[in-house]
């Protein structure tokens, strides 16, 4: 975390390979900071966040600070992304105000509008989640549930090409925020659940009831998508009955927004199963059955620190003891790998940019079930 710090008030995920802002790495980084002991950072890292922010609300999920003309080509604009990512700055704000270290009001300001923009702007499916307007956008950028979408079957190089031709299909509002993409139309249920849970866990610091009332919607919504033969919940959208069946980890995470019951007794002894998700070192990102599953892929099937910190968070909610059984494995995952991007989850091989800012997280887990 340190050695990726920068100028600009934020630790680049990776200085070589990832050196811009992320929003969801840095909401990710700011519980890092704070349990680090350094809130003064955890706050540069949650304000600089919206630096880029449409007057819409939408929240970019770059932010290129550092060359504000760099991917300008691509986007449409200058100094940050046309396209979002899950809100995860809902849940660092909460967990920031919980020890103390509660963020002005104009970062509680941003992030309101920022949530408030997916609540009342983004486009709907009929089941009434919230639209993706781009793979890029559920933060899971190759994850088989997108298969569908590549033309052909799933190939890397060819699928780069067709992420790149989507981003030039999105609708936009005068502003430029991302509304609906006609060609990408995906209610992730990993993205509504994630919306549902930052805008709790900021109505909770803020009072705001209309929120509230939004994110229930959306949890009624989700729950309609539980299916009793895969295990899961389904994505709505016109892959809904092909690959938006697969099995990844992401799906699960209506755990952390459901309440108690039957569901989620299923949930849990599904991910307490070394035959679907858990491994030795940590959750795989997709179920062990699957066919699309592989240990070595870039969002196929390895361990992610960021998602298995979600889940974590979402199953210590019903079961202390698996929580702190996955905690270990996750962290014995991220000293194996050199605290990497992912990781192989049984061999705790390293994968992607190593070392990765998010990493950290596994001290923020171990810290909140064994402390």
């Known amino acids: 975390m340190k050695k990726n ?36 950072r955890a706050q540069q890292e ?84 919230v639209l993706l ?10 994850s088989s549930r997108w298969d569908y979408f590549c033309s052909g079957g799933f190939n890397v190089d060819r699928w780069r090409k067709e992420k790149n031709q989507l981003v030039q299909t999105i609708e936009k509002s005068k502003d430029g925020s991302p509304i609906r993409n006609p060609d990408f139309l995906v209610a992730s249920i990993g993205f509504n659940a994630l919306l549902a849970f930052n805008a709790f866990e900021l109505a909770s610091v803020t009072g705001d009831e209309t929120m509230l009332h939004s994110a229930k919607e959306i949890v009624n919504a989700i729950n309609q998508r539980w299916d009793d033969s895969y295990l899961t919940w389904i994505d709505a959208g016109s892959h809904e009955s092909s690959s938006g069946k697969c099995r990844t980890l992401d799906a699960l995470l209506p755990l952390l927004v459901i309440d108690k019951g039957q569901i989620s007794k299923e949930v849990l002894k599904v991910l307490s199963s070394h035959d679907t998700y858990n491994a030795q070192y940590g959750l795989r990102g997709v179920h062990k059955s699957e066919p699309t599953f592989d240990p070595t892929k870039y969002w196929r099937g390895p361990v992610w ?67």
């Not at 990710?28 to 704070?34: K, M, R, T, V």
């Not at 702190?324 to 049984?346: L, M, N, R």
Request: hydrophobic share 35%; aromatic share 12%.
């Open 46 to 129: 949650l304000k600089e966040i919206f630096r880029p922010q449409f007057d819409s609300g939408c929240v970019p999920h770059i932010n290129y600070v550092r060359d504000p003309d760099f991917h300008s080509d691509l986007w449409g604009r200058k100094g940050g992304s046309s396209i979002t990512q899950p809100p995860m700055y809902g849940h660092a704000i909460s967990q920031l105000s919980q020890t103390g270290n509660c963020p002005p009001q104009e970062v509680l300001s941003a992030a309101t509008a920022g949530i408030s923009f997916l609540f009342n702007q983004r486009a709907r499916h009929e089941s009434g989640l």
């Open 5 to 40: 710090w920068v100028t600009e008030g934020y630790a680049a995920p990776n200085k070589k390979t990832y050196p811009w802002q992320w929003l969801w790495d840095s909401s990710f980084h700011a519980l890092i900071w704070n349990e680090l002991g350094k809130p003064e």
């Open 305 to 371: 620190p960021q998602l298995a910190y979600l889940i974590n968070f979402a199953i210590a909610r019903f079961d202390t003891s698996l929580a702190k059984e996955i905690a270990v494995q996750v962290a014995e995952g991220t000293h194996v790998s050199g605290f990497a991007e992912y990781w192989h989850p049984d061999t705790g091989e390293g994968q992607g940019a190593i070392p990765q800012s998010w990493a950290g997280l596994s001290l923020v887990s171990a810290k909140r079930l064994f402390s």
């Open 133 to 142: 307007c781009h793979p890029w956008e559920s933060g899971a950028d190759d």
